[in-house]
């Protein structure tokens, strides 16, 4: 265990987020803000999500672009998030219709199962146990894992 990572998911931790972006040096120093909004910031914004137009509706399109372009392309998903479920994830790879390079197996962190993974030709989906929409937040250890994996092009360990 690193210092700097977690022991366990702090709730509290969109309050420190709310109080500390409101704060008017931060957003000084953030160069946020410039116009005076009348509404102060939010972690999760309706604002931004009824009035943010130029994002595609489905990410599938782009998805099959790069993987065209060869690119790597790891989709990861907390097993416990209500707001986009595994099952929506998996639901839209299946869309794509990729060839299944390996199956569906579970990967491990000191001997517990820390979650799942399947690898298709072009993509690679990776669950994270117990995390919710935000998995490094909810996760740090297991993010950590996932994201080292990524980067050194190796399969989560089984």
């Given at each position: 265990m690193?210092p700097w ?8 931790t ?10 008017l040096?931060v957003q000084?120093a953030?160069?946020?803000n410039v ?12 604002i ?5 137009t ?5 990410m ?10 060869g690119?790597?392309i790891?989709?990861y ?15 839209s790879?299946?869309?794509l219709?990729l060839?299944?390079v390996?199956?569906w197996?579970?990967?491990y962190?000191?001997g517990?199962?820390?979650?799942w993974s399947q ?7 990776v669950?994270v146990?117990g ?7 909810h996760r740090p250890?297991?993010?950590?894992i996932?994201f ?7 399969l989560m360990?089984?």
């Amino acid at each position: 265990m690193q210092p700097w990572m977690s022991r366990a998911y702090d709730p509290c931790t969109e309050r420190y987020s709310k109080v500390y972006f409101n704060r008017l040096e931060v957003q000084k120093a953030l160069h946020a803000n410039v116009t005076a909004l009348s509404y102060p910031w939010q972690t999760c914004s309706d604002i931004v999500g009824n009035y943010w137009t130029d994002a595609p509706l489905s990410m599938l399109p782009i998805y099959k672009e790069l993987i065209a372009a060869g690119l790597r392309i790891w989709v990861y998903s907390g097993d416990t998030d209500a707001v986009v479920p595994v099952t929506a994830t998996r639901y839209s790879i299946y869309a794509l219709k990729l060839p299944t390079v390996i199956n569906w197996y579970p990967w491990y962190d000191n001997g517990k199962v820390g979650g799942w993974s399947q690898a298709y030709k072009g993509l690679t989906l990776v669950t994270v146990t117990g995390a919710g929409h935000e998995v490094p937040l909810h996760r740090p250890r297991q993010a950590f894992i996932l994201f080292r994996s990524f980067l050194e092009n190796k399969l989560m360990p089984s």
